[in-house]
């Protein structure tokens, strides 16, 4: 009597664990379903994408040509407006160039990107530089006339 007891317990217990188990399989794979599509946001890609994925969306799309410098920062604001685009290197001049492909009706956030965009590179480079500064009080305090110390302990015996 005792062992049959035993095994149903121990029989109960194997069940349910099976059971959580597949309970949290089938709630991870949901999840991931729900990620996926809260990210596309109903299979329209958003932000930063592929060309392909951009001339796809059958909307318009218009480029303008981007310096490397800085094109971290562009995305970003790109971001923060909300426009879709996409960035291609173009390796048929020497000087490697940039194209930034955008959807025509994200004309005017684009403007307004591309606005705050060069204000704050504008911006970045009308600061001095943190290196020079300190070069110069360097040069300021080495100027000073300054009194000569010495390190002297005297003992007492």
Same mark, same amino acid.
């Given at each position: 009597?005792?062992? &049959?007891?035993?095994?149903?317990?121990?029989?109960?217990? *194997?069940?349910?664990?099976?059971?959580?188990?597949?309970?949290?399989?089938?709630?991870?794979? !949901?999840?991931? #379903? #729900?990620?996926?599509? +809260?990210?596309?946001?109903?299979?329209?890609?958003?932000?930063?994408? %592929?060309?392909?994925?951009?001339?796809? /969306?059958? /909307?318009?799309?218009? %480029?303008?040509?981007?310096?490397?410098?800085?094109?971290?920062?562009? &995305? +970003?604001?790109?971001?923060?407006?909300?426009?879709?685009?996409? *960035?291609?290197?173009?390796?048929?001049? %020497?000087?490697?160039?940039?194209?930034?492909?955008?959807?025509?009706?994200?004309?005017?956030?684009?403007?307004?990107?591309?606005? &705050?965009?060069?204000? !704050?590179?504008?911006?970045?480079?009308?600061?001095?530089?943190?290196?020079?500064?300190?070069? +110069?009080?360097?040069?300021? $305090?080495?100027?000073?006339?300054?009194? $000569?110390?010495?390190?002297?302990?005297?003992?007492?015996?």
């Amino acid at each position: 009597m005792q062992e &049959e007891v035993e095994n149903r317990t121990v029989n109960l217990a *194997i069940s349910t664990s099976r059971l959580t188990l597949r309970t949290v399989e089938s709630l991870l794979k !949901k999840a991931i #379903h #729900h990620l996926q599509e +809260q990210k596309t946001k109903g299979g329209v890609p958003r932000g930063k994408q %592929s060309v392909k994925k951009l001339i796809g /969306q059958n /909307q318009g799309v218009s %480029s303008i040509e981007v310096a490397k410098t800085g094109l971290r920062g562009f &995305e +970003q604001i790109a971001r923060k407006y909300g426009v879709d685009f996409a *960035i291609k290197k173009d390796r048929t001049e %020497s000087p490697t160039r940039y194209l930034v492909f955008f959807k025509a009706r994200d004309a005017d956030a684009l403007t307004a990107a591309f606005k &705050e965009f060069t204000a !704050k590179s504008l911006g970045k480079n009308k600061r001095p530089s943190v290196l020079a500064q300190l070069n +110069q009080f360097k040069e300021l $305090v080495a100027a000073i006339p300054g009194r $000569v110390r010495q390190k002297n302990q005297e003992r007492d015996r």
